[in-house]
């Protein structure tokens, strides 16, 4: 019999009233983000939709794909609102159109958002956390919200502007979040001269990304070094640390090991496994990502 197989688990979030995946299949997904239906191009849905066309059809906006990576455009069919914000739990989050597929949350993640607020806890003195890549900040806000002091790094201007929106947004004290535009890895090594510790670190690299001066990320090379750079960066008394990857080849078996040899010695438990959306209907789950996260015991 095989032994000591890592827990392996399948996260859904289920607590959404702003979201909604309504439906997916023939390489896209139907999807309601409060009063906006969307489609966007989704390579996991292999399978065929279960909805009719006619739903399909009155979605407000498509995102068609161009043959470059990530590339397209979005086609509107409805009007819509420019930006505006979608709610889950006290959090509440700035959404827009950009000239990407994303737009500013990816819905799957909520689970991760409970996760790290129900690690924070309640605690006198507030946690340090990191977010590296972190995007719009969704789960800054979570961290925040739950009495963190966090800071969120990102190398992109505009997607720390958005963060600040949605920071506004949800009513967060200004000082509660420090932003920090800078490449991840070159920060985390950084702060590991400077014997700057976390009690928690979130990261969700992308598969290819670029540092604000121009630093080359690319998961397979990058991924090992930052691992072990964050772990130099985990305080004595840490209490989690949380990795979600999109979009590469890894299974989470790749990344719940380099967790656990980078975090070896420490006290805790991992648990690794897949990001799903699960459809309207309540069976379909599609897959989005990939995570691995550590948490100490108490
Ligand atoms: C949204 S996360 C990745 C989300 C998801 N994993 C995906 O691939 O779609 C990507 C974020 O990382 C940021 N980023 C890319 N390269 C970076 C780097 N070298 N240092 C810091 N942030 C970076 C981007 O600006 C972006 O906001």
Request: proline letters at 4%; aromatic letters at 10%.
């Amino acid at each position: 019999m095989e032994e000591n197989l890592p827990i392996v688990e399948l996260l859904t979030s289920s607590d959404w009233i702003d979201y909604e995946l309504l439906d997916s299949g023939n390489g896209r997904k139907l999807e309601r983000f409060g009063p906006v239906t969307l489609i966007r191009p989704e390579a996991e849905a292999v399978w065929l939709p279960k909805s009719s066309a006619q739903d399909w059809r009155g979605a407000s906006a498509e995102f068609i794909p161009s043959a470059e990576e990530n590339g397209g455009h979005w086609v509107f069919k409805k009007k819509v609102p420019e930006r505006w914000t979608v709610r889950y739990r006290d959090l509440r989050l700035v959404l827009n159109f950009s000239n990407s597929k994303q737009l500013g949350i990816f819905p799957e993640q909520a689970c991760q958002w409970d996760w790290v607020r129900s690690v924070i806890g309640e605690r006198d003195e507030p946690l340090r956390v990191l977010n590296l890549f972190g995007y719009t900040g969704a789960i800054s806000m979570a961290a925040a919200a739950a009495g963190a002091r966090v800071t969120h790094l990102d190398a992109s201007k505009k997607a720390i502007q958005w963060a600040k929106e949605n920071r506004a947004a949800c009513k967060l004290p200004e000082d509660r979040i420090r932003w920090i535009l800078d490449d991840g890895l070159k920060f985390v090594q950084r702060e590991a001269r400077r014997g700057s510790f976390y009690q928690g670190i979130i990261l969700d690299p992308p598969k290819f990304g670029r540092g604000p001066k121009g630093e080359v990320w690319e998961f397979y090379r990058s991924f090992p070094d930052l691992i072990r750079a964050c772990r130099s960066i985990l305080a004595e008394d840490a209490k989690f640390l949380l990795v979600t990857a999109y979009a590469i080849k890894a299974s989470s078996v790749t990344i719940g090991n380099a967790v656990s040899e980078a975090l070896l010695g420490l006290n805790g438990s991992i648990q690794s496994g897949e990001v799903c959306l699960r459809d309207r209907s309540g069976g379909r789950l599609l897959s989005m990502a990939v995570y691995s996260r550590w948490k100490r015991e108490a």
